[in-house]
């Protein structure tokens, strides 16, 4: 077996063990000036909280409600923490600004999405730390709107955390050639589109739990390439196979939010091209110093997929 083919078999046995993609869901229902949230964290996510029956929920807050009530109790079945919450407005709102920082009490990737019905009106937005503020104004979206909300979700998913920036610049550095960094980048989006479109097909569920340690070898396997295999052609194809290893979180994103695939990926599509041309543009100016890139991330990959494991 080739060197190429024992990174990739090694790829695919250690992904089973990886940690979680970090998403939380919670429900507002308002009824006049009474509000009860449902919030469902799953449980490895606060394996490190204390208190989390009270810690989760001081981390969300809507505008001029006052908590009444609250139990959180553990779902062992399905893997999830509960919180059940009863609220007070000082007068029946028609809007709700919302703020939600359950990054701080998770980890800084951690995605929180909320849905919320008042008057049997409906409305959702995403909370992570790079938006943590909301106003939920339950009313129907223009298309505009939605086309807007749902790219941007997909431009900020795509660079939301370490793994992405560093895959990219994996990436960067594997292309030699202008040509090759076009076709490299084409073939990773569209690994990431075939991801999000075949697996609903093939009656498979990936767990979560493995998506951040795959992104994180995905980094170690074209650092290793760079280091051991300077001279191995066909990069592209790699890139393709590797992007459907992030395809899978757009995957479960999508799942969880309820987006139009088409806006996501192609907010995503645009955030990742963006950033290779300019990761290409800083690693050509590097001169010597560009050298010691590949080595590094090889270590990064290889120490990050560890902690994963011991997590």
């Known amino acids: ?48 909280t204390a208190h989390p029956e009270d810690a989760l929920l001081a981390h969300i807050r809507f505008a001029g409600a006052l908590l009444q009530d609250h139990a959180c109790h553990p779902e062992p079945s399905q893997d999830t923490f509960i919180c059940e919450a009863d609220y007070q407005f000082q007068a029946p709102p028609t809007r709700v600004d919302v703020e ?33 503020r909301a106003t939920l104004r339950f009313r129907p979206p223009t298309p505009a709107e939605i086309a807007a909300t749902e790219s ?8 939301g955390g370490a793994s992405q920036i560093l895959f990219l610049a994996a990436l960067a550095m594997a292309a030699r050639r202008r040509a090759e960094l076009a076709a490299i980048a084409a073939m990773f989006v569209a690994g990431q589109i075939a991801a999000v479109l075949v ?8 767990a979560p739990r493995f998506v951040e340690a795959a992104a994180a070898l995905t980094i170690a396997y074209l650092a290793a390439e760079m280091v051991l295999l300077p001279q191995a052609g066909s990069r592209w194809l790699v890139a393709g196979l590797l992007g459907i290893f992030h395809g899978l ?3 479960l994103f999508l799942q969880t939010a309820g987006y139009h695939a088409g806006y996501v990926l192609t907010g995503a599509a645009a955030a990742e091209i963006a ?37």
Not at 11 to 31: E, Y
Not at 201 to 206: D, L, M, R, S
């Open 249 to 251: 979180y757009f995957y």
């Open 1 to 48: 077996m080739s060197g190429r083919a024992w990174l990739l078999a090694a790829l695919g046995a250690a992904n089973a063990w990886g940690h979680a993609v970090s998403m939380s869901s919670g429900d507002l229902t308002i009824v006049g000036a009474q509000a009860h949230y449902t919030l469902r964290m799953p449980l490895y996510e606060i394996s490190h």
């Open 152 to 159: 941007g979700a997909g431009f900020v998913r795509a660079l």
């Open 275 to 311: 950033v290779l041309g300019l990761l290409a543009l800083l690693f050509s100016r590097a001169g010597k110093l560009a050298r010691a890139v590949p080595p590094a991330l090889l270590v990064f990959g290889l120490v990050w997929f560890v902690l994963r494991l011991r997590s």
């Open 199 to 206: 697996t609903p097909h093939t009656g498979w569920q990936p």
């Open 100 to 132: 939600c920082t359950l990054y701080a009490a998770t980890v800084p990737n951690h995605v929180h999405l909320l849905r919320a019905t008042l008057d049997g009106r409906n409305d959702q937005a995403i909370f992570d730390f790079s938006f943590p």
